[in-house]
């Protein structure tokens, strides 16, 4: 079946490192999309590609980066710059032309920071 | 930062009781999507909306999108259990350019 696959389901870091979130998706789909979930904040956007070797920031991006070397591909990596990274990862996919076609959510991953 | 307005934050209804949410935007949208997060899940695409007025229905759901396309609602005939989550909306267009912008969600619960 396809779908996004996001790993791991939870992670826990230390305080000054950096960790990378793996997304992956078989859907053929051309924009990908990672947003940041909070309690009563909704989800917020942190990067997005609409196209290989291409990315741009959203909203939050400070604290974040991200690849897309592969179609399927998406990783993000919280840096150590990031002040408040523990929250719920998700990461999204849709066929170009991007939004207009709704999103496909992966399953997340939840970060601590310990 | 940029966000659509959703209300209430919070409801707690009997089962078979109806609920509505209700999404509000500064800036006039070029569609609307909803969305529903089950407990310890992820968003699940529901619905679009694109046209000015536009009413649309899934069972026992029904979307609707405002005439000036800066606001929308999602209601929901006879609440069942399955029901349970957050209903998010998310807007595109306007000031939010070709960025979903998402409501903070409105969280369901359904009581038996």
């Known amino acids: 079946d396809g779908g996004i696959t996001q790993s791991p389901k939870y992670l826990f870091r230390k305080e000054g490192q950096n960790v990378t979130l793996s997304c992956e998706q078989n859907?053929?789909?051309?924009?990908m999309y990672w947003y940041r979930q909070d309690p009563g904040q909704g989800l917020r956007l942190i990067y997005y590609?609409?196209?290989?070797?291409?990315?741009q920031k959203g909203d939050i991006a400070e604290g974040y980066s991200v690849s897309r070397e592969k179609k399927e591909s998406f990783p993000l990596t919280v840096t150590s710059a990031q002040k408040n990274p523990t929250a719920f990862y998700l990461c999204?996919?849709?066929?170009?032309?991007?939004?207009?076609?709704?999103?496909?959510f992966g399953s997340g991953t939840r970060l601590t920071v310990v | 930062g940029q966000q659509v307005m959703q209300i209430p934050q919070y409801q707690h209804v009997q089962e078979g009781e109806d609920f509505t949410t209700y999404c509000n935007s500064s800036?006039?949208?070029?569609?609307i999507q909803w969305y529903k997060q089950r407990p310890g899940g992820h968003p699940v695409f529901l619905i679009q909306?694109?046209?000015?007025?536009e009413v649309k229905k899934q069972k026992r759901l029904t979307f609707q999108f405002g005439e000036a396309k800066k606001n929308s609602s999602l209601h929901i005939t006879a609440t069942q259990t399955t029901d349970v989550g957050t209903y998010f909306c998310?807007?595109?267009?306007?000031?939010?350019?070709?960025?979903?912008?998402f409501g903070a969600g409105t969280i369901l619960r359904v009581k038996s």
């Open positions: 999204a996919s849709s066929p170009y032309p991007g939004p207009s076609y709704g999103y496909t």
């Open positions: 859907l053929n789909h051309d924009a």
């Open positions: 590609s609409q196209i290989v070797n291409d990315f």
């Open positions: 800036t006039t949208l070029s569609n």
């Open positions: 909306l694109v046209k000015s007025g």
């Open positions: 998310a807007g595109l267009g306007g000031e939010y350019g070709n960025k979903l912008v």
